[in-house]
């Protein structure tokens, strides 16, 4: 290994201990810092293997933190996982994370807080806004009319 591509170990190491994250994003720094190809791959092998760098741990580590932190539902978290380059096992185990009664309570109490801020008469009308920014949120439609439709 050269002194640069030794350089770039030690940079990609410190921006991996940083936050968790995906080979895409690794790559795309690499890039900046003039580590193309095989260099590149060389120096996300080394991370791998150090376990600096640990797609299923990302993944997991994402979806959690949207989960609870912003209140996303598992079609948004998907969808940005996706565009970050994680699929099939890694995307599967970041889902099985979210306990699904914990789902379920979040998405109960997402609508009860927008619920308290909409000020319309018309039931119909809030229920429409309600499944909305579910929706944008995120949540599976089946379980937004199943929540909303108990509480009725």
Known sequence: MTD??????????????????????????????????????????????QNYLNEERFA??????????????????KQHLQQRGISGYNLDQAMKDIAPDDYRETLTDLLDKK?????????????????????SKGYESELIFAVLGREE
Not at 33 to 39: M, N
Not at 62 to 76: C, E, T
Request: proline share 1%; aromatic share 10%.
């Open 4 to 49: 640069s591509l030794k350089e770039g170990l030690r940079k990609a190491a410190m921006f991996c201990a940083y936050q968790e994250r995906t080979q895409q994003e690794v790559r795309d720094r690499l890039k900046e810092w003039g580590i193309f190809g095989d260099d590149a791959e060389e120096v996300i092998a080394e991370l791998i293997q």
């Open 60 to 77: 997991k580590a994402f979806a959690g933190g949207k989960f609870r932190v912003k209140g996303w539902g598992k079609r948004k978290i």
């Open 115 to 135: 619920r308290r801020s909409l000020h319309d008469d018309n039931p119909l009308v809030v229920k429409q806004k309600l499944v909305r920014y579910a929706l």
